[in-house]
Nanobody, 122 residues
Framework: HVQLVESGGGSVQAGGSLRLSCEVS????????IGWFRQVPGKEREGVAA???????IYADSVKGRFTTIKDNRENTVYLQMNSLKPDDTAMYSC?????????????????WGQGTQVTVS
């Protein structure tokens, strides 16, 4: 039973920071990728960051230089450090694990999704 649990969301003032966590369980051989996505009601889901098994990362242009994703293999946890937050970063943030098929950045077909954690920037 694969489970992804996000935590660390909350309310913060513009310019502040938050660190989101995505704890992964139930994938015995480890994931090939963890992606971070966000969605605002009424808008399409947006890819934010992703880290692949070999450590390579990608970021959306809107967060480059402000967000960083890292993984802790010992804890099966991936983090999204978010600095210099803006009101436009307000969204429900979710992590996703393990893509199938061909890697296509944020359009990759991820198998497993967490429930999400809300981030509000005012």
């Amino acid at each position: 039973h694969v489970q992804l649990v996000e935590s660390g969301g909350g309310s913060v003032q513009a310019g502040g920071s938050l660190r989101l966590s995505c704890e992964v369980s139930g994938i015995t051989e480890g994931t090939n990728c963890i992606g971070w996505f966000r969605q605002v009601p009424g808008k399409e889901r947006e890819g934010v960051a992703a880290i692949r098994r070999d450590g390579r990362t990608i970021y959306a242009d809107s967060v480059k230089g402000r967000f960083t994703t890292i993984k802790d293999n010992r804890e099966n946890t991936v983090y999204l450090q978010m600095n210099s937050l803006k009101p436009d970063d307000t969204a429900m943030y979710s992590c996703a694990a393990d893509y199938v098929g061909v890697w296509d950045d944020f359009n990759s077909d991820f198998l497993y999704w967490g429930q999400g954690t809300q981030v509000t920037v005012s």
